[in-house]
């Protein structure tokens, strides 16, 4: 056998298997109202569409169910599944008018043919080709009418067809207007974010100018701060620089001795000892030995020594080098007062004073 008609004899195998499983009205009708599962519309879609009398026979099955629909002789449950189905689609919808206003058209075709006494039709005839029968033979049949007839189902056909235009003009504009709303929405969300996002960028490079600001001003306060605590360690050093220690006669006070504390900044230490009344009024000069109290190894004399005045009181000071302490390796000493005599030769003790110098720790 040649393989064309090998192949063409499968092919006419395959439809004839394809029109016995879908071919039944049953399965049309299931078809037309979206009934069967989406595996099974596939297969009947593709059957169909490769098949022209099947194709033919799903029109005409559609066209007698509309007809069924509009006449009204469908029963109350296919009725709910038909409107289910076909009348959720505008073009449906207005396919459903036109069928009824060709039935309308068609009803007064009849009743100017009785006026006429024309023959009465079969009622057989209502069902042209048996359960084939198509509104496209209703159609054919109304050029049978006069001219005047013809004419007005003519603009009664238009009349409905404008309707239906204006139906389907009217749903463009809707969803016309919907989209152009729709895009005016995204265009006013694109133009707050974009403002938003001007308004955060603006936001942000003020927060960084404060911030640098802000850096700014605390590395000067910082600069400050290291400059007043130098300022202070300076202040405080040279106020260490110089110990005054005001002594007391002819007391030694273990408990609570005349103390003076030396730092690592001391230079001096200045001991100052006050002058009694009648002492004072010699107005002499004077001469201070300091040694320490453990072997009285002398330190320090100063001699010449005038006094000051302070208010009513008089004072000898003596200056005595901090690195004298510190080198005795002691921590109690006495310093002796003495007064130099009338004739300017000798010196005469006068008092003895205990203090103690200790080097600061920290």
Not at 114 to 141: E, T, V, Y
Not at 172 to 195: N, P, T, Y
Request: include cysteine; aromatic fraction near 6%.
């Amino acid at each position: 056998m040649h393989p064309l008609t090998e192949s063409g004899g499968r092919n006419l195998a395959f439809l004839l298997m394809m029109k016995q499983l879908f071919g039944s009205d049953q399965t049309i009708t299931s078809y037309l109202l979206n009934e069967l599962s989406e595996e099974d519309q596939e297969r009947f879609e593709e059957a169909y569409l490769s098949d022209p009398s099947l194709f033919e026979q799903v029109k005409a099955l559609e066209e007698e169910l509309i007809e069924d629909y509009v006449k009204g002789n469908l029963s109350g449950q296919e009725r709910r599944r038909f409107e289910r189905h076909y009348l959720a689609s505008d073009q449906r919808r207005a396919r459903i008018e036109a069928a009824r206003e060709l039935l309308r058209v068609c009803s007064l075709k009849a009743a100017a043919q009785n006026a006429d006494g024309a023959p009465a039709q079969n009622a057989g005839d209502d069902r042209i080709k048996g359960k084939f029968f198509s509104l496209r033979s209703r159609l054919q049949s109304l050029v049978e009418l006069r001219p005047a007839a013809f004419f007005g189902v003519a603009v009664a056909l238009l009349s409905l067809l404008g309707v239906g235009l204006g139906i389907e003009l009217l749903r463009l504009h809707g969803q016309l207007a919907a989209v152009s709303e729709e895009r005016a929405a995204i265009e006013r969300r694109a133009e707050d974010s974009e403002w938003r996002l001007v308004h955060e960028r603006e936001q942000l490079a003020q927060e960084r100018k404060q911030g640098v600001e802000l850096r700014d001003k605390l590395e000067k306060l910082n600069n400050q701060l290291d400059r007043l605590g130098r300022e202070r360690v300076e202040s405080q050093a040279s106020k260490n620089q110089i110990v005054s220690l005001p002594l007391t006669p002819r007391v030694r006070n273990i408990e609570n001795p005349n103390r003076a504390v030396l730092s690592a900044h001391t230079r001096f230490v200045v001991l100052q000892v006050e002058l009694e009344r009648q002492e004072a009024a010699n107005l002499r000069s004077y001469r201070a030995v300091v040694k320490t109290v453990e072997g009285e190894r002398e330190i320090w004399t100063q001699e010449g020594i005038k006094p000051q005045r302070r208010k009513s009181t008089q004072y000898v000071v003596v200056k005595v080098p901090a690195d004298r302490f510190k080198a005795a390796g002691a921590q109690d000493f006495n310093l002796t007062l003495d007064a130099l005599t009338a004739g300017g030769k000798n010196y005469v003790e006068l008092d003895s004073y205990y203090f103690q110098v200790t080097a600061n720790r920290h």
